[in-house]
């Protein structure tokens, strides 16, 4: 594993390491790292548009199975550029809080979009106008996780309003196994804004009550379908019944 660069912001400390080894897959990478050791973002140097890690896999097919002619997506949470540059010839926007980490993603990952905000993504959200968007994706991450003012009832009150009919957010989330209490809360507020909301976990991942795992949600007005074998090795769960996130008064 060789260092290529370190970084610290106002919000994180980031790394960008190459490994000739990533997750147990040999080959040759380069990936984007916060000081809790969460990876961002990864590239496959030998195959640069094959989406590596499994998450972005199973979102990407999730609103491609359900609106193959999607044309507008928000992005919370830039990464390495992953989802946006996905689809260069749709209307995507991109907030990011944390400016060295666009700076980074262009340096040592070849991001060349010129459609990221620096900002608060709710914020940004905000000024987007009703009825706008076909996808809503939340990726956001600090050192403390994903930041709560992202996952209250207020917040997903107003990303309903942004969503065309037939639109749905999607979440990209790390919990633990067995019961976890804030992914139940996360899953419960959506579900008291959203008609149909779904949640999967990565395969072979959530049994062990004190290992992190990747969880993903989507939520709509619709039931949103997929195939099993294009989910990255995500399955299905049914979280628990959960309290209800809201915003702090002030």
Request: with cysteine.
């Amino acid at each position: 594993m060789i260092l290529l660069a370190k970084e610290s912001s106002s919000y994180n400390e980031i790394s960008v390491y190459e490994a000739t080894q990533l997750y147990g897959e040999l080959g040759k990478f380069r990936y984007l790292q916060f000081a809790d050791g969460a990876v961002q973002g990864a590239l496959d140097l030998k195959q640069p548009k094959r989406m590596v890690l499994e998450y972005p896999r199973a979102m990407a097919h999730l609103m491609e199975y359900n609106h193959s002619s999607f044309s507008s997506l928000f992005v919370i949470g830039h990464g390495i550029g992953t989802i946006a540059g996905r689809y260069p010839d749709k209307r995507v926007t991109v907030a990011e809080i944390d400016e060295t980490v666009v700076q980074l993603s262009r340096r040592f990952f070849g991001y060349s979009g010129d459609n990221v905000v620096i900002g608060d993504g709710r914020q940004m959200l905000e000024s987007v106008p009703p009825g706008s968007l076909d996808y809503i994706v939340l990726d956001a991450f600090t050192a403390k996780g994903t930041p709560m003012h992202l996952l209250s009832a207020e917040c997903f009150a107003m990303t309903k309003e942004k969503l065309r009919a037939g639109g749905a957010i999607l979440l990209n989330l790390m919990g633990k196994g067995g019961s976890d209490r804030l992914i139940n809360a996360i899953y419960s507020t959506l579900a008291e804004t959203y008609a149909c909301t779904k949640a999967f976990v990565l395969q072979g991942e959530g049994s062990d009550k004190t290992e992190w795992h990747n969880v993903i949600l989507i939520a709509g007005s619709r039931d949103m379908d997929y195939r099993l074998p294009d989910m990255a090795g995500f399955r299905e769960m049914e979280p628990e019944q959960g309290y209800l996130i809201v915003d702090r008064k002030t």
